[in-house]
């Protein structure tokens, strides 16, 4: 089947403890770049932007890109690079947005979205001619990244802004135990309100995105660390070893030993 042939993914990269600035002149492809934890100082055509946590850019051909850390900073990276004709039809229906003012988007789902970073890449390497899926998973990426972009776009101005701060806080401490009816309350709505505008801007429900937040703040602690499996369920808030095992393996599909092995090399 040829029906996916017409996107090739040319280079892709994951680096949990990035320590690098990177200049970027890319003359052919079409990168996405994401930021799953630590600050990045982006550059595009001379305008800088600085961040915290989850938030993915769009390098292409047509500016010029600088983006790394801060000073003495650490900062895990990941990105896949594509090119090919299906990328023209990306832009012209407008999948694929170059010219997003920021270009720096939150990425309301940073679990969901580095797994599905890390199975393309995984596809792109054990496969000279891709598999139809990895396509699929590649179109996925950009949907999220629309879907996070029109999102922020449709929520009132003073709600919106607060609940980027809101959702970015989470992030950042996902370990603590938010209280959401406390948040709703100084954000002067009701709890119910609340709730779905939170999910408007997530597509998960408060709860359920404190959880997805501890588990990726557990996958990069598996992977960059050397900490006991009961440790890194207690730093990320979660109550037990076992109950942090069981829902790691239902969100990623295998344990959190696995995870470890696959993707640092180490046993825990």
């Not at 055509?45 to 961040?51: F, T």
């Not at 690079?81 to 023209?88: F, L, M, N, V």
């Not at 709703?184 to 997805?212: C, D, M, S």
Request: glycine content about 6%.
């Amino acid at each position: 089947m040829d029906f996916f042939s017409d996107l090739d993914i040319t280079l892709w990269g994951n680096t949990p403890q990035l320590q690098a600035w990177h200049v970027a002149k890319p003359p052919f492809y079409f990168g996405i770049q994401y930021n799953h934890s630590g600050t990045l100082r982006l550059v595009k055509n001379g305008r800088e932007y600085l961040v915290t946590g989850p938030h993915v850019f769009i390098t292409h051909p047509f500016a010029d890109f600088e983006y790394g850390v801060t000073p003495g900073g650490v900062r895990h990276h990941c990105f896949i690079c594509a090119a090919g004709k299906r990328i023209e039809k990306y832009i012209q229906g407008g999948l694929l947005e170059l010219d997003r003012n920021p270009p720096l988007i939150p990425v309301t789902n940073p679990e969901k979205f580095l797994q599905t970073m890390l199975t393309i890449q995984q596809m792109a390497e054990k496969n000279i001619v891709l598999p139809p899926r990895t396509i699929w998973l590649y179109e996925d990426l950009l949907l999220q990244i629309h879907e996070a972009g029109a999102a922020r776009k449709k929520l009132p101005v003073n709600h919106g802004s607060k609940l980027a701060d809101l959702i970015a806080a989470v992030n950042e401490n996902p370990q603590l135990d938010w209280n959401f009816a406390a948040e709703a309350r100084r954000n002067g709505v009701t709890l119910t309100h609340f709730r779905r505008l939170f999910k408007e801007l997530t597509r998960l429900a408060p709860t359920q995105y404190v959880i997805q937040c501890r588990l990726a703040r557990a996958a990069n602690l598996l992977i960059t660390t050397d900490d006991l499996l009961a440790e890194i369920a207690d730093e990320c808030g979660f109550e037990n070893q076992f109950y942090f095992s069981k829902l790691f393996k239902r969100h990623y599909f295998v344990s959190p030993r696995e995870y470890r092995r696959q993707y640092s090399g180490r046993e825990s």
